[in-house]
């Protein structure tokens, strides 16, 4: 048997409305010739600052370094526990390495996905400096409760904010519950660059122009490197095309959401579990389906010429290069990874195209 054609893919990357205006962006850069620390770079951060609802945003390379920066700039490192979620990006953790601090999973809310409150609490030890949740597929973490955590046991709290531009927790946006947040252009995000990307958004004045130093060489005036840093800045290219997208992204999210609504609708007692929406700030950088039988549910999917994707296969608990540092076992986070499924979801998926994987869902028999 042939491989049927694919009628929805997972996702395109290709430029679509926007694509005019991003080829603008880039002749725009290239005219000027200031390619690194320049006037569009600025420009984005004053503008993603105010999207996001905090004082100072700082451009990095990658979302990965925009945690690891931040979690030094805060003086967390060796010595340091970082307690985090272990369903997410290998990145999250990853990043908590970097900074030489250790990552310390508390398992997930089995229905929501995100780092479960009491399990947080029950991780705190007298090493830890942070909290770190993952408002994971769009939707944010129960902040709520963990500020409430945080709050009683004089933690900080970091948000890993790199599939949640724009989201809100009840009515709060994200970033916006502890000292700063760390986000993510990667292309396949909800804000994504033609390149690697990243920022970090925070709230205080003094530590955002320690970051400004870190990612750039530790230096305060040229040539003066004071202290210990890295080199990862957002180049002028990237700044110019995240802020043709930027002013496009509240109404991307609208669709995101849209789209959201519409497959909860349709799949109204379909044969997989559709977890519940917990907040109405979740901005759907993924839509994602449980079922134990998900390699026939794959299957029947691309039989229809539907794609999806695993996010993520594996928990970090069960990573070699994590696990080898952070030896741990969170339950719902590894159940949760041999059954998540992502379906294609994108602002310019059709209705007809969201119909025909609602339908394939449907005809799902396990
Ligand atoms: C994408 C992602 C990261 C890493 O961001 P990069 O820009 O790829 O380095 C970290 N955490 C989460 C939750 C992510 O989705």
């Known amino acids: 048997m042939t491989a049927p054609d694919v009628r929805v893919p997972f996702l395109s990357l290709k430029p679509g409305d926007d694509a005019d205006a991003l080829r603008g962006a880039v002749n725009r850069v290239i005219d000027r010739g200031w390619f690194i620390l320049g006037p569009e770079l600025e420009a984005f951060e004053a503008e993603f600052a105010a999207a996001a609802g905090a004082g100072h945003a700082i451009g990095v390379n990658t979302g990965t370094d925009a945690i690891a920066l931040l979690l030094r700039g ?4 060796p010595g340091d526990e970082v307690i985090t979620a272990p ?3 290998a990145y999250t953790a990853l990043a908590v390495m970097m900074a030489g601090a250790r990552p310390v999973f508390a398992d997930i809310d089995p229905e929501r996905h995100t780092i479960s409150p009491a399990a947080v609490e029950a991780a705190i030890t007298s090493r830890t400096a942070a909290i770190m949740p993952v408002h994971l597929y769009g939707q944010a973490a129960d902040m709520t409760a963990i500020a409430a955590i945080a709050a009683r046991h004089g933690l900080a709290i970091v948000e890993d904010a790199a599939q949640a531009h724009l989201a809100s927790c009840e009515g709060r946006p994200v970033g916006s519950f502890g000292a700063g947040a760390a986000f993510s252009f990667y ?3 909800n804000l994504g660059a033609l390149g690697d990307g990243g920022a970090i958004t925070v709230h205080d004045a003094a530590l955002a122009d320690r970051l400004r130093r870190l990612r750039n060489g530790g230096q305060r005036t040229t040539y003066q490197h004071d202290e210990f840093g890295v080199n990862s800045r957002l180049d002028e290219m990237q700044a110019a095309i995240l802020r043709e997208r930027l002013q496009r992204l509240p109404a991307w ?3 995101r959401r849209a789209l959201a609504a519409h497959y909860r609708m349709r799949l109204e007692g379909a044969p997989v579990h559709v977890p519940r929406e917990f907040d109405a700030g979740h901005v759907y950088h993924l839509f994602v389906v449980r079922t134990a039988q998900r390699e026939a549910f794959r299957a029947h999917l691309a039989s229809q010429g539907v794609q999806t994707l695993i996010h993520y ?13 952070a030896p741990a076992t969170c ?3 590894e159940q949760a990874a041999s059954e998540v499924c992502s379906l294609p979801l994108y602002p310019s998926l059709s209705l ?4 025909l994987v609602a339908s394939a869902v449907m005809s799902f028999r396990p």
Do not use: C, R, V
């Open 352 to 355: 007809a195209d969201a119909e």
């Open 331 to 333: 339950p719902h986070a």
């Open 74 to 77: 805060m003086g967390i490192g």
């Open 253 to 255: 999210t609208e669709q």
């Open 187 to 189: 292309p396949t995000k």
């Open 313 to 325: 296969p594996k928990a970090l608990t069960q990573q070699p290069a994590i696990q080898s540092e």
């Open 87 to 89: 369903l997410s990006a």
